[in-house]
């Protein structure tokens, strides 16, 4: 900490109009790093309030003050006194410090934010580098390795760079790689660490770029393979304000730039987790053109259920546990085989088991089974939540319904696109609830 202290009291005098008429050099100095100018209205936010506070008590104030100046913070005590309608303060203990880096959660949040806006791709891995969230139109990926994806160029010693920066749990950039399901696209991939409130490793985010060939240098890219004309430019028109709107709110909530009122950072925060409730449902609205068209056609091979309903389980886990909640799989004795496509399965087995964590109360328990009965399989996920009434359980699969949800969570097509697509697949998808009981949510397909 590089410390200075003042060895007289630093003068000021704002007039009736808050504006500072009178100051020394350092009390000039903060003026300006907060954006105001001698004579002009007292710009630091924390000494205008309390000039104000002195004005109208017309009582002498002594208050200690942190603010931001520049790159640093200011600490000090000020003492404000009425002169009439004028106010006259004297600051002493001026002593100036490097502010506290930010968290390293918000730091990841901030790179995640500000980057995604320029990726045609965006895919998301557990700790183990399997993938957990893909694009729509990549197909049965999910749960599988990322060389599943993807052949990553050797470092100049012939080693994996991917697996050194995870073993730190660093952002990587890998360029000269090739994307492997069939399209043979050249592509950069960025991974940035996702990191828990405890600052540990629970995946990473990929981001996925088009390289142009060099004779094309300069042109624009084409659309991305993967997505039509509606996803493309929904993505690229709304991604890249949401993605500053939220880094900005994250800066001010964390405070990394200096001290903001509590009041302000809640609200920071509040904004924040708006931004990224609308780029969840930009994401949903492109998967919905997706399974809407008359020619989405999901795959067809035989699933086991089972091992399906486990490993979106274990997906989640760390989710559930933050709510002290327990996700009880009844284990099979033999496999359970479904014919659809794994992952769209995993997709919808992994929305069931949000909603379920969502609704449960803490220190609960959520259920899943497999069962078989003749040519159909079902996979059962209960929670002992607030449960369903019966008049609603058709509303609920409806378009943008969030029934219950009083927290801002969830698009409302989470449901929706769920039961699209298991009956794009030849089941369907039901609630079996009651108002107090929990729901049961039953996903239907033909067995294998």
């Given at each position: 900490m590089n410390a200075s202290t003042a060895l007289k009291p630093v003068q000021g005098l704002v007039d009736e109009q808050g504006r500072l008429v009178e100051a020394d050099a350092m009390l000039l100095r903060l003026q300006e790093q907060a954006g105001g100018v001698r004579g002009g209205t007292l710009a630091v936010p924390q000494l205008a309030a309390l000039a104000r506070l002195t004005r109208r008590l017309q009582i002498a104030i002594s208050r200690r003050v942190v603010a931001a100046c520049g790159d640093r913070d200011v600490d000090f005590l000020v003492k404000l006194a009425p002169q009439g309608d004028n106010v006259e303060f004297a600051?002493?203990?001026?002593?100036?410090?490097?502010?506290?880096?930010p968290p390293r959660v918000v730091e990841a949040m901030r790179w995640r934010d500000f980057s995604r806006a320029a990726a045609d791709w965006i895919f998301e891995t557990d700790a183990m580098l399997r993938i957990t969230q893909a694009p729509a139109g990549v197909p049965a990926v999910t749960g599988q390795p990322l060389e599943t994806l993807f052949r990553f160029a050797p470092d100049k010693d012939g080693g994996e760079p991917i697996l050194a920066a995870v073993g730190r749990s660093e952002r990587f950039d890998c360029d000269g790689v090739t994307f492997l399901i069939g399209f043979g696209v050249p592509v950069r991939v960025v991974g940035l660490p996702l990191i828990d409130?405890?600052?540990?490793?629970?995946?990473?985010?990929?981001?996925?770029?088009?390289?142009?060939?060099p004779h094309r240098a300069g042109e624009a890219a084409d659309p991305p393979p993967l997505d039509d004309a509606f996803g493309t430019q929904l993505g690229r028109a709304m991604r890249k304000?949401?993605?500053?709107?939220?880094?900005?709110?994250?800066?001010?909530?964390s405070r990394s730039d200096g001290p903001v009122r509590r009041d302000y950072a809640a609200y920071a925060n509040d904004i924040a987790g708006a931004g990224r409730h609308l780029l969840g449902l930009v994401e949903d609205l492109v998967?919905?053109?997706?399974i809407e068209r008359a020619d989405f056609r999901p795959e067809a091979e035989p699933v086991d259920l089972c091992d399906t309903a486990q490993r979106a389980a274990g997906l989640l886990s760390v989710?559930?546990?933050?709510?002290?909640l327990r996700?009880?799989?009844?284990?099979?004795s033999q496999p359970v085989l479904a014919r659809g496509d794994l992952r769209r399965i995993l997709q919808i087995l992994l929305n069931l088991l949000s909603n379920a964590i969502r609704h449960s109360p803490e220190h609960g328990a959520i259920s899943i089974r497999c069962e078989r009965e003749g040519d159909i399989v079902a996979v059962v996920i209960g929670d002992a939540g607030d449960g369903v009434d019966p008049d609603d359980h058709e509303r609920i699969f409806q378009r943008f319904e969030r029934l219950g949800l009083r927290d801002g969570t969830g698009s409302g097509l989470g449901l929706y696109i769920s039961r699209r697509l298991a009956r794009a697949m030849g089941g369907d998808l039901g609630v079996d609830s009651l108002p107090g009981d929990g729901a049961r949510f039953v996903l239907t397909l033909p067995a294998a």
């Open positions: 600051i002493t203990a001026w002593q100036e410090i490097t502010p506290p880096a409130g405890l600052g540990r490793l629970t995946g990473y985010q990929l981001l996925v770029s088009r390289k142009l060939s304000p949401l993605d500053e709107i939220i880094a900005h709110a994250d800066m001010i909530s998967d919905l053109q997706t989710r559930a546990a933050g709510k002290h996700i009880e799989s009844l284990l099979c």
